[in-house]
Nanobody
Framework: EVQFAESGGGLVQSGGSLRLSCAAS????????IGWFRQVPGKEREAVSC????????YYAASVKGRFTISSDHAKNTVYLQMNGLKPEDTAVYYC????????????????WGQGTQVTVSS
């Protein structure tokens, strides 16, 4: 059975921190990238960060660079997104997904998606 899910969302005050986790079982990550995307109602899903499983190459959107850190734990088949200095504009549903990317992650190139976890940042 394939399991692929995010956890760690919640409500936090502006300036606070959260760590999101994306764990998978029965789903290989080798040769793929794991991306974090976010979406607010009425807007397109946007790429936040991405990591290539095999070589650790990372991507960050300009809006989160310097505040968010993506990392991977190969033993646990898990990817983390450490979010510091959260701002109200970071409020969204955050999704992790498995796929591939080149210069910038495109949701169309990601085939497995988690159910999403809500992150709400109050001002």
């Amino acid at each position: 059975e394939v399991q692929f899910a995010e956890s760690g969302g919640g409500l936090v005050q502006s300036g606070g921190s959260l760590r999101l986790s994306c764990a998978a079982s029965g789903l290989p990550f080798d040769e793929y990238a794991i991306g974090w995307f976010r979406q607010v109602p009425g807007k397109e899903r946007e790429a936040v960060s991405c990591i290539s499983w095999n070589d650790g190459t990372t991507y960050y959107a300009a809006s989160v660079k310097g505040r968010f850190t993506i990392s991977s734990d190969h033993a646990k088949n898990t990817v983390y997104l450490q979010m510091n200095g959260l701002k109200p504009e970071d409020t969204a549903v955050y999704y992790c997904a498995r796929g591939s990317w080149y210069s910038q992650p495109d949701p169309l190139n990601f085939d497995f998606w988690g159910q999403g976890t809500q992150v709400t940042v109050s001002s």
